[in-house]
């Protein structure tokens, strides 16, 4: 008898508990976990107006024959939309399934990118003092937790170098990142962390940085994360379409900083736009030259492992069999910092390797979403995806006929 009881107790404990935390970021995690875009108006989001005047590109083409080769290779993948501009003219645009040019579509950690942009903002206008300072001017919260956290400054924090401890992993629903993105209280959460070694020492990517520097502008700027976005870039780019940005709870209304802006393909390329102008937005300047001059300087980017001030580049690999080849290929490279050497050994065959960047950087999200920046093309490229779609896979030789043909 006492056991019948003990088993019964034990199923209502259980069935209480699942009740109380059914709206826990777990079982949010699990629902979402292949993140659908039809889902996304079931998450909290503040919404922001399109412009009264909106700004608009103008309307190129592609060869007919280039234009059906792509559309043939993204037809039915999991690409939802695809986006080229040069010289302020589309050249290229796709979208698949029901999506158009008006779906918004979810940035993920393109996010991060915007966060940084208005960091650089807060700065030039004196809310921010320096980079160099320890983010503990702005979150004295910390120093509580552990006084090395004086030791970590804005800079850190932007290059993804501050060493602070949180797992990043998109896939197991019990990782800090999946807290951030699914739980209450976003900023409760961030103040919550510890550190995990020296700052500086190495670059490890953690969306818990760019929820501390969001934070760092509205401590820093006395408005919300939201109210800032607005003023210093949504209303600027002159958006055509409303866009959103999910928040973690009605009390708190806090943007979850490093992720989750929702935008239209096109809007995402007017702040591609803004970079490609080196911060300039007709006639005006919005984020200064030097700032994105610094992200753009190959030297810098390469000295921190194709990562800086919440953007990335890429490093470009070739192979060839014939040494005179490789050779030619890294002298015609030789400014992208380019470098050269003997591969592994392959069915009695030598590989010689060169490798070398891209030209330009470009904001990345997950699940395949990128704005690119290509200076020397003056081309922009919107790439918006749901890789976990797999049963629409892209056909292969996509990206390699991209840069071919745009970078």
Same mark, same amino acid.
């Given at each position: 008898?006492?056991?019948?009881?003990?088993?019964?107790?034990?199923?209502?404990? /259980?069935?209480?508990?699942?009740?109380?935390?059914?709206s826990c970021y777990f079982f949010k995690a699990m629902k979402y976990k292949k993140y659908p875009l039809e889902k996304l =108006?079931?998450?909290?989001?503040?919404? /922001?107006?399109?412009?009264?005047?909106?700004?608009?590109?103008?309307?190129?083409?592609?060869?007919?024959?280039?234009?059906?080769?792509? =559309?043939?290779?993204?037809?039915?993948?999991?690409?939802?939309?695809?986006?080229?501009?040069?010289? =302020?003219?589309?050249?290229?645009?796709?979208?698949?399934?029901?999506?158009?040019?008006?779906?918004?579509?979810?940035? /993920?950690?393109?996010?991060?990118?915007?966060?940084?942009?208005?960091?650089?903002?807060a700065k030039e206008e004196g809310k921010i003092k320096s980079l160099n300072e320890p983010i503990t001017n702005y979150l004295p919260e910390l120093i509580d937790r552990d006084v090395r956290?004086?030791?970590?400054?804005?800079?850190?924090?932007?290059?993804?170098?501050?060493?602070i401890k949180s797992s990043e992993n998109y896939f197991n629903p019990l990782s800090d990142v999946l807290r951030l993105g699914f739980g209450k209280n976003v900023n409760g959460k961030a103040l919550r962390i510890s550190i995990e070694k020296e700052p500086n020492q190495k /670059?490890?990517?953690?969306?818990?940085?760019?929820?501390?520097?969001?934070?760092?502008v509205e401590r820093a700027t006395k408005v919300k994360l939201q109210d800032y976005y607005y003023e210093k870039l949504h209303k600027p780019l002159q958006l055509e379409h409303d866009a959103t940005w999910i928040y973690d709870d009605e009390k708190h209304k806090t943007l979850r900083a490093f992720c989750c802006m929702n935008l239209t393909a096109r809007d995402y390329a007017k702040f591609g736009r803004l970079f490609l102008n080196k911060g300039n937005w007709q006639g005006k300047q919005l984020v200064s030259k030097d700032w994105v001059e610094n992200i753009l300087n190959l030297d810098t980017i390469v000295a921190y492992e194709g990562y800086k001030n919440q953007w990335w580049k890429d490093e470009k690999v070739k192979f060839f069999t014939d040494s005179t080849a490789a050779y030619r290929y890294y002298l015609e490279n030789v400014n992208s910092k380019?470098?050269?050497?003997?591969?592994?050994?392959? =069915?009695?065959?030598?590989?010689?390797?060169?490798?070398?960047?891209?030209d330009g950087v470009y904001a990345r999200g997950l699940l395949q979403q990128h704005i690119y920046i290509i200076p020397k093309k003056n081309t922009i490229m919107v790439l918006l995806s749901n890789v976990l779609n797999e049963d629409k896979p892209l056909k292969k030789g996509f990206y390699s006929r991209m840069s071919e043909l745009f970078k």
């Amino acid at each position: 008898m006492i056991n019948t009881k003990s088993k019964f107790l034990r199923v209502v404990i /259980f069935i209480f508990t699942l009740t109380q935390f059914s709206s826990c970021y777990f079982f949010k995690a699990m629902k979402y976990k292949k993140y659908p875009l039809e889902k996304l =108006d079931e998450f909290p989001a503040v919404k /922001f107006q399109r412009s009264e005047q909106p700004f608009k590109f103008y309307q190129g083409s592609l060869q007919n024959s280039v234009k059906a080769e792509l =559309d043939s290779m993204l037809l039915g993948s999991n690409r939802y939309a695809f986006l080229v501009i040069r010289n =302020d003219s589309i050249l290229y645009e796709f979208y698949n399934h029901k999506i158009t040019d008006t779906s918004l579509i979810h940035s /993920f950690s393109v996010a991060k990118s915007y966060v940084s942009t208005m960091i650089a903002m807060a700065k030039e206008e004196g809310k921010i003092k320096s980079l160099n300072e320890p983010i503990t001017n702005y979150l004295p919260e910390l120093i509580d937790r552990d006084v090395r956290f004086k030791n970590i400054t804005i800079q850190h924090v932007l290059d993804m170098r501050s060493g602070i401890k949180s797992s990043e992993n998109y896939f197991n629903p019990l990782s800090d990142v999946l807290r951030l993105g699914f739980g209450k209280n976003v900023n409760g959460k961030a103040l919550r962390i510890s550190i995990e070694k020296e700052p500086n020492q190495k /670059f490890e990517y953690k969306s818990i940085n760019t929820q501390l520097l969001g934070m760092i502008v509205e401590r820093a700027t006395k408005v919300k994360l939201q109210d800032y976005y607005y003023e210093k870039l949504h209303k600027p780019l002159q958006l055509e379409h409303d866009a959103t940005w999910i928040y973690d709870d009605e009390k708190h209304k806090t943007l979850r900083a490093f992720c989750c802006m929702n935008l239209t393909a096109r809007d995402y390329a007017k702040f591609g736009r803004l970079f490609l102008n080196k911060g300039n937005w007709q006639g005006k300047q919005l984020v200064s030259k030097d700032w994105v001059e610094n992200i753009l300087n190959l030297d810098t980017i390469v000295a921190y492992e194709g990562y800086k001030n919440q953007w990335w580049k890429d490093e470009k690999v070739k192979f060839f069999t014939d040494s005179t080849a490789a050779y030619r290929y890294y002298l015609e490279n030789v400014n992208s910092k380019a470098t050269i050497g003997k591969s592994t050994v392959i =069915d009695n065959k030598s590989y010689w390797m060169v490798s070398h960047y891209n030209d330009g950087v470009y904001a990345r999200g997950l699940l395949q979403q990128h704005i690119y920046i290509i200076p020397k093309k003056n081309t922009i490229m919107v790439l918006l995806s749901n890789v976990l779609n797999e049963d629409k896979p892209l056909k292969k030789g996509f990206y390699s006929r991209m840069s071919e043909l745009f970078k």
